[in-house]
């Protein structure tokens, strides 16, 4: 199996013990193992899942021990999860231990930024590490399997599950998607105690959905769903995922969940994948809805034959699957395959080793909430705050300074943690007003206000912040997005400040102080009049626990702004969809005229972003050289050298982002303007000079060409070293054939 040496030898331990259970089983007993249900046992979520009415515990419990359930999701806790795994061990006839999974997205107890925000730190380290921490947690808390990453690249802001993922690049989605799965996974092998499988979701293009419509239709080229939305999927299993998650939306017509295409030619035929792959939740059931599949049977039919090879909470493979057997719709080789492949898994798990691996209540205290994963918390919150716009050095705040803090995040807490959090500790939630008061000398001279609420104005809310405001020497506006309005089945016509907050937003520049914007969001926004014109813009995202004392940590300079802008921010809402690598087109348009006729834009604006893709400030104030190159021409089968000199000419410290862009001049396929192809991180103290250097291979100058292969073709590239996807030093190059 693709994973570590240890996971395979803990496989080839049960090799013979897997084919003898599959020959000794039913075939009822075949589509037990192959029949996920929501763990009844535990606590079912509601707030994050649809209601499911087979939760009953009674009946659960009959069915585990006739064999009928193989796998248990949404339930925790080690002394209830022996319980259970005992029904399994001692109670049914094969006696083959259950799988318990659970959606662990951006922390257990401990909670840390949402996916989008830690993808702002460009830090692949820092993603393996909180995802190594929540995976800690999860398998003491007996979770064998998460449901996560995330991997699907989000190019419309307007979608919800933005939130979830790596934002709109590939490269970035790529890197992450394999950190997150090697921390999850960890480093030495998936039977390690600390170890929980990665499930890479949601395949495919579900969020290529038309009109950013949460479940809505994807309709692609074969070189866009290869080129953009598949290949993270791809990171994924090289990096030893063993789970895949199949999708809710159809692709050019086919369900995902029903489409043999993805399912089996591409992922197991093309990539190689060994694992299995799980529904989500009841998505096979939904090909009947799609118009794909006439009933439930013949959902479950399609769906299987596809590749989808264990169902959540439909029940439908329960079912349908041994009559289909029976009747010849489904081979008994297609049934035995998916079944060997979950079998497998767990081997792979030590569950056959040790069914009650993760049960011991002692060790589950111990690690989950511990104070390392807590800082942890805080450190990846830190890293994640973007600083959008600084004028006249208005940030760091001086700890000394009169605040007010205003705005319906001023002292809340129920919107820290960011949608998709499930089992955090809400006594462990800092608010902003909690972190500042902390980190100023004297607390008491700062004043909170809400002033509105998040969708809705306050009585008086608006008088009681222009109070709070007139003793104060700067104003902080902590507005956006609540975590309802992130997540799954959150899409947004309209990506901007709700309308109440953005009158308390006028009325305090109404005052005449200066004005520090905290955005609260889980996903790119379009910002707008006195929001757009403060004089300082830092995006916060939803941050996890330590929301209040990590803001509090870069607003009054215990740590510099590092992070940056994995999505774009548009100049308006109706630029959706749009992400920075996007093609010239035969009439491309100059962003640098504000009325241009006949090129590729809108009346209202250009066709760029108000804060583009890689864009963040730091505390410095940091300048580009020209970029240095060994030669101006890169050989078919060599590499070629680049660099750029950055200098710190402000007076403080700044952690630099540098950013390698290419873009292909011809090509068969028209091709982006700019892709990211690499970055660096740099650290620079007042007056310090650094050259940053990157080494270009041909490999990374391919694309998807219309065969649907991987091709490279010479000629002339553009190439930048920029600060982000809108700027930057420019040089060219040339790729030199084979001869």
Not at 572 to 577: H, L, R, Y
Request: glycine content about 10%.
């Amino acid at each position: 199996m693709p994973a570590t040496a240890e996971t395979a030898r803990a496989v080839q331990r049960h090799r013979q013990r897997i084919e003898d259970l599959i020959a000794a089983m039913t075939v009822e007993e075949k589509a037990g193992q192959l029949n996920l249900l929501a763990d009844p046992f535990r606590w079912m979520p509601t707030a994050v899942n649809p209601l499911d009415g087979t939760g009953d515990p009674a009946r659960v419990t009959a069915l585990i021990r006739e064999g009928k359930v193989g796998s248990l999701f949404n339930g925790i806790g080690a002394e209830t999860g022996r319980r259970i795994q005992q029904v399994a061990m001692e109670e049914s006839r094969l006696k083959i231990p259950l799988l318990f999974a659970a959606d662990v997205i951006h922390g257990l107890s401990t909670i840390f930024p949402v996916p989008l925000a830690e993808a702002a730190a460009f830090d692949t380290h820092l993603a393996y590490r909180t995802a190594r921490a929540a995976a800690v947690e999860t398998a003491a808390s007996a979770v064998h399997q998460t449901y996560a990453p995330m991997v699907d690249v989000a190019r419309d802001q307007r979608w919800g599950r933005n939130v979830e993922g790596a934002g709109e690049d590939v490269l970035l989605n790529n890197l992450l998607a394999a950190a997150r799965v090697r921390g999850f996974q960890g480093d030495k092998g998936l039977d390690d105690r600390d170890a929980v499988l990665a499930t890479a979701k949601h395949m495919a293009a579900y969020s290529g959905a038309i009109g950013g419509v949460e479940y809505n239709t994807t309709d692609m080229s074969e070189q866009t769903l290869r080129g953009v939305y598949l290949p993270p999927f791809k990171a994924a299993v090289d990096a030893g995922a063993l789970s895949i998650m199949s999708a809710f939306n159809d692709v050019n017509g086919v369900p995902a969940s029903g489409s043999r295409k993805l399912l089996t030619d591409i992922l197991r035929g093309e990539w190689g994948f060994e694992g299995f792959v799980v529904s989500d939740y009841t998505s096979e059931q939904e090909l009947v809805a799609h118009g794909f599949a006439e009933d439930g049977r013949d959902a479950a039919r399609l769906a299987f034959n596809a590749g989808v090879d264990v169902s959540m909470v439909s029940g439908l493979y329960l079912e349908h699957l041994p009559s289909l057997v029976a009747s010849g719709e489904v081979s008994m080789a297609r049934l035995d395959e998916a079944v060997r492949r979950l079998l497998t898994t767990k081997a792979a798990l030590g569950l056959f080793d040790d069914p009650y691996r993760g049960t011991d209540p002692v060790r589950e205290k111990a690690v989950v909430g511990s104070r390392e994963h807590i800082a942890l918390s805080r450190e990846a919150g830190r890293k994640s705050v973007v600083l959008l716009k600084n004028d006249n050095q208005l940030l760091p705040l001086n700890k000394s300074q009169k605040i007010a803090l205003v705005g319906p995040f001023a002292d809340d807490v129920d919107n820290v943690w960011g949608p998709w959090t499930i089992w955090g500790a809400p006594e462990r939630r800092v608010s902003l007003e909690a972190g500042f008061r902390a980190a100023m000398t004297d607390p008491q001279a700062l004043t909170v206000a809400r002033g509105s609420g998040v969708e809705t104005p306050l009585d008086g809310g608006i008088e009681e912040a222009v109070r709070a405001a007139a003793n104060a020497d700067v104003i902080v506006l902590a507005i956006g997005e609540s975590q309802k309005m992130s997540g799954e089945a959150q899409s947004r016509t309209e990506i901007v400040v709700p309308a109440p907050q953005q009158a308390l937003v006028d009325a305090m520049a109404a005052t005449g102080k200066p004005m520090v914007i905290l955005l609260r969001n889980g996903r790119a926004l379009a910002l707008e009049g006195n929001v757009k014109n403060a004089q300082a813009i830092v995006v916060t995202w939803f941050l996890g626990e330590q929301m209040g004392n990590a803001v509090a940590d870069v607003v009054f300079g215990e740590h510099g702004p590092s992070a940056r802008l994995p999505v774009s921010f548009p100049h308006k809402s109706g630029q959706q969809p749009y992400s920075y690598d996007h093609k010239n087109t035969g009439r491309p348009a100059n962003p640098d005229l504000p009325i241009e006729e006949y090129k590729a834009r809108y009346r209202e604006t250009t066709n760029t972003a108000l804060y583009p893709f890689g864009y963040g400030l730091t505390y410095g104030e940091v300048a580009y050289g020209p970029v240095e190159m060994a030669s101006d021409q890169l050989a078919w089968a060599g590499t070629l050298d680049v660099a750029v000199t950055v200098t710190n000419q402000g007076a403080h410290v700044a952690e630099e982002l540098v950013q390698l862009y290419i873009h292909d001049r011809v090509a068969s396929l028209t091709q982006p303007g700019r892709l990211l192809k690499d970055f660096k991180r740099v650290t620079l103290r007042p007056g310090q000079s650094e050259t940053v250097r990157f080494t270009l291979n041909t490999r990374q100058l391919g694309f998807i060409g219309e065969d649907n292969t991987y091709r490279i073709e010479p000629g002339l590239f553009d190439l930048w070293l920029a600060p982000h996807a809108q700027g930057g030093s420019a040089a060219q190059f040339r790729l030199v054939g084979p001869a």
